[in-house]
Nanobody, 118 residues
Framework: QVQLVESGGGSVQAGGSLRLSCTAS????????MGWFRQAPGKEREFVAG???????DYADSVKGRFTMSRDSARNTVYLQMNSLKPDDTAVYYC????????????WGQGIQVTVSS
């Protein structure tokens, strides 16, 4: 089992920044594919960013150039740096992990709220 714990959410005004953290237990983040997803009220959960075994991040078009995902092996943590935040970024953000490149994400954090006001 992989346990994922998110932190760093909160409220910010449009144009501001937040950094989300996701710390894993039982497995190292280097041995997992890691991702960030979000779900806004009344909408389906959507992919935000992911980082695989080659350490090359991938981003949804809606966040490219504003969000940066990174991995810190020493802290067994992945981060999502979110800059130039918009009200449309308001959602519950989830950290996720998968154990192979061809599997779906099968481990999820509890979610953390991000609210961006205009």
């Amino acid at each position: 089992q992989v346990q994922l714990v998110e932190s760093g959410g909160g409220s910010v005004q449009a144009g501001g920044s937040l950094r989300l953290s996701c710390t894993a237990s039982e497995r190292t983040v280097n041995s997992l594919g890691m991702g960030w997803f979000r779900q806004a009220p009344g909408k389906e959960r959507e992919f935000v960013a992911g980082i695989g075994w080659r350490n090359n991040p991938d981003y949804a078009d809606s966040v490219k150039g504003r969000f940066t995902m990174s991995r810190d092996s020493a802290r067994n943590t992945v981060y999502l740096q979110m800059n130039s935040l918009k009200p449309d970024d308001t959602a519950v953000y989830y950290c996720a992990a998968k154990t192979s490149p061809i599997s779906s994400y099968n481990y999820w954090g509890q979610g953390i709220q991000v609210t961006v006001s205009s």
